[in-house]
């Protein structure tokens, strides 16, 4: 294959991935999911006030509705949303990262198996609908496979001559902030990989007790927040930094067979559920695939497998570590499925790997036949063409929009321009409609803390009751005549319609006295 034309295959893959993940970018997936408002409330806290929504102070987790939340996106979002909050902005690092991807797993199958399967791979994850879905909203677990990938090239590039083993380590202790499942995956993959590379002499001695000085260092935090949170110790502050306790069982506590009481039968649970994910293709949220072609297609799983199979007997010795740092991967991504309960973005980590063993099985088709190759090729960019018709459809982005609370955002922005003392009664039948008033209204956090009031304290998720002047829940309000609503269309207010100006946000009213 000349240059000059890998090149421009290289160009057209990226072009491609750009614009189905760029198009219509911020308002498709209309509306916005409470997890992402979360993560940029306490960003914008954090950048305007040096606490986020809680009054924590630079936090290593967190505490966000009570029990946690993964807090490296909401670290990237500061310079984003400094200036603002939105959906576009709240997304945007996401998007970055989506995009960032496709060169990186370029790099990577190039340092795999050579310059033609980096460009099957890159063109696998360009079209791959797990990925694209993944990268136009900014759910927090989705930095992991990014960061992940970033560390797995820096293995890959790992010589006995230079330092990118310890470079590695850096993105390897930035999992842990990305996403709880790290806690299981980084260490399973690091004894692995660092094993491989030692027995393969690619890596020295000394590289690894770099790597692992620099790994220690990173994740002291991130360890202290566990000891602290496991062993109900008292929040810890250190400088600017704070690792707090939180008010209820961490997250990782309560999803986790480790903190269960029934082990064994938990696990066995925990692996069904995996391989019926892993070979069906979805997990029955519409917000991770398209119940008809999964997150990658419906019928590769089984491509995926071959395609392993295939890369383990590759005969070509140089390329043994490579791929042995592969089936490390994908062990400690299974190894992730075995503690948790999985969805599609519990277990996101695995599908990276699965996507390159997918190529493997590619180049050899390009090997054993062009004629299927080309028409295996052709067969992806027509699914890939009716996915983007589908996912863009009105049909499928009506159904995203209602999970998404579509309309509920631009209520609250316009029920907040009215009079800034009336009292304000909420919906209820929305998850957390607190966070949008506070991702609309920007309340000072020493307000929300002084005036918050919970329904349960102790609740894993915490719902809030009411704070400064907002009743959350029509059956809460007890307002005068003068009371301004944001309700779902199929609520209203306890007084007399008429006495309203009634304004419709797809599924919310905002009725003004």
């Not at 994850?125 to 909203?137: D, E, T, Y």
């Not at 949170?229 to 939180?246: A, E, V």
Request: proline share 5%; charged share 15%; aromatic share 16%.
């Amino acid at each position: 294959m000349k240059r000059n034309f890998q090149w421009i295959l290289l160009s057209l893959i990226l072009l491609l991935g750009i614009s189905i993940r760029a198009w219509n970018f911020g308002s498709l997936p209309s509306g916005l999911n409470q997890d992402e408002a979360s993560s940029a409330v306490d960003a914008y806290y954090l950048y305007h006030y040096g606490v986020d929504r809680n009054g924590i102070s630079y936090p290593v987790h967190f505490i966000a509705w009570g029990s946690g939340q993964s807090l490296l996106y909401g670290y990237l979002l500061i310079p984003f949303v400094a200036s603002g909050l939105n959906p576009i902005t709240t997304r945007l690092p996401m998007l970055l990262l989506g995009v960032l991807s496709l060169p990186i797993m370029y790099l990577v199958g190039y340092r795999t198996a050579g310059r033609r399967f980096a460009l099957i791979a890159m063109f696998l994850l360009a079209v791959s609908p797990w990925h694209i879905m993944m990268s136009r909203w900014g759910l927090e677990d989705n930095t992991l496979p990014f960061v992940f990938l970033v560390g797995y090239l820096c293995m890959l590039l790992s010589t006995r001559n230079n330092h990118w083993y310890a470079a590695g380590c850096v993105f390897f202790a930035l999992c842990f902030y990305a996403y709880g499942s790290a806690y299981v995956a980084v260490p399973v993959f690091l004894i692995f990989a660092t094993w491989i590379l030692l027995w393969l002499k690619r890596v020295h001695l000394r590289e690894v007790i770099l790597g692992a000085i620099i790994l220690v260092v990173l994740c002291t935090p991130i360890a202290l927040f566990i000891l602290v949170n496991s062993l109900k110790l008292d929040t810890i502050h250190i400088g600017l930094f704070t690792i707090p306790r939180f008010p209820v069982q961490a997250r990782y506590e309560a999803i986790s067979v480790l903190f269960g009481d029934d082990y064994i039968p938990s696990l066995l649970s925990n692996i069904r559920a995996m391989l019926r994910v892993l070979i069906q293709q979805t997990d029955g949220l519409i917000w991770n695939a398209l119940p008809a072609y999964g997150y990658f297609y419906k019928v590769t799983f089984p491509l995926a497998l071959i395609g392993l199979a295939l890369s383990i007997k590759m005969k070509t010795p140089e390329q043994k570590p490579e791929r042995f740092l592969l089936l490390a991967w994908l062990v400690a991504a299974l190894a992730i499925g075995t503690q948790i309960e999985v969805n599609i973005n519990r277990i996101n980590l695995i599908f990276p790997p699965l996507i390159l063993c997918i190529a493997f099985f590619m180049e050899w088709l390009a090997e054993y036949s062009s004629k299927l190759f080309a028409l295996s090729l052709c067969a992806f960019l027509v699914g890939f063409a009716f996915f983007a018709r589908d996912y863009f459809g009105a049909p499928y982005q009506e159904r995203l929009g209602k999970e998404f609370f579509a309309g509920f955002l631009p209520a609250v922005d316009f029920a907040l321009q009215g009079d800034p003392d009336k009292p304000v009664c909420v919906t209820d039948k929305v998850n957390m409609p607190y966070i949008y008033v506070l991702f609309s209204e920007k309340t000072n956090p020493v307000t929300f803390l002084n005036t918050v009031k919970y329904v349960n304290n102790k609740a894993a998720f915490r719902q809030v009751r009411s704070f400064d002047r907002f009743t959350f829940g029509l059956k809460r309000c007890r307002m005068e005549g003068d009371a301004i609503y944001i309700l779902r269309k199929d609520e209203v207010p306890p007084e007399r319609i008429s006495q309203y100006k009634i304004n419709n946000f797809i599924d919310f009213n905002v009725y003004i006295p």
